[in-house]
């Protein structure tokens, strides 16, 4: 049984561009959260997926965008990059929002 | 913000207990505390939770006082695998009533030595 993976496993881009992150979810599995985990601080959450539409949202601008398609798996937009938004980006899954969630092991984004 | 409060750092001998506390002295009734641990360059793996009964699995044990303002995770034998940072982390609750998303705070780096 795959765990939570998560494609690309890295990646760079330049500031001002767009970039699109991949995650599918543990097997039995419908929800969706993502986090943005700085160097040297603890995930931070972006927000939650469940049924296709999103169900919580942390304090992160409209730049950051998601979607869940039909299959549970979900991607992570964030629009006019900045040199800030270079982390790694964590996607985890569970059965609904009450379980524990397990997570992906990221996705490392660098903005130059 | 975080609703938790973790020493940034502890230390351990391999094959002795690790103790890791935590305070949480403004959880409600109905929210659980979780555990998750992260090792370097990996993504958070789950450990345990509990709501206020003593939770023991495969991986570790989890005190949690009567009063609920806090709480210690038991690695009883720490192997040099076990060197991560540790998160407590409190459930907040969500719309819909359901468990909400997890706060994550700086947690405690755990370095167990040979």
């Known amino acids: 049984d795959a765990g939570v993976t998560q494609s690309p496993t890295h990646l760079i881009k330049t500031r001002g561009q767009q970039v699109t992150l991949r995650c599918s979810p543990k097997?039995?599995?419908?929800?969706v959260s993502w986090y943005q985990q700085a160097l040297g601080q603890g995930p931070q959450f972006i927000f939650q997926?469940?049924?296709?539409?999103?169900?919580q949202r942390g304090n992160f601008p409209d730049r950051f965008s998601g979607h869940q398609f039909p299959n549970y798996s979900s991607e992570l937009n964030v629009n006019a990059l900045l040199l800030g938004d270079s982390a790694l980006y964590l996607c985890?899954?569970?059965?609904?929002?009450?379980?524990?969630?397990?997570f992906g092991p990221g996705t490392r984004l660098t903005v130059l | 913000d975080a609703k938790t409060t973790q020493p940034p750092s502890m230390d351990c001998a391999e094959g002795r207990a690790a103790n890791l506390p935590c305070n949480h002295s403004?959880?409600?009734?109905?929210?659980?505390v979780y555990w998750y641990r992260q090792i370097h360059s990996q993504g958070p793996q789950y450990i345990i939770h509990g709501l206020k009964n003593n939770e023991t699995n495969e991986m570790a044990s989890l005190i949690i006082t009567e009063d609920r303002k806090s709480s210690t995770l038991i690695l009883p034998h720490a192997t040099l695998r076990d060197t991560a940072v540790y998160y407590c982390i409190v459930r907040v609750p969500n719309y819909g009533g359901s468990q909400g998303n997890l706060i994550f705070g700086k947690g405690t780096k755990l370095s167990v030595k040979p």
């Open positions: 403004t959880i409600s009734g109905n929210e659980y």
């Open positions: 997926y469940y049924e296709e539409e999103e169900r």
């Open positions: 985890a899954s569970s059965f609904d929002d009450y379980n524990e969630q397990f």
């Open positions: 097997s039995g599995h419908d929800t």
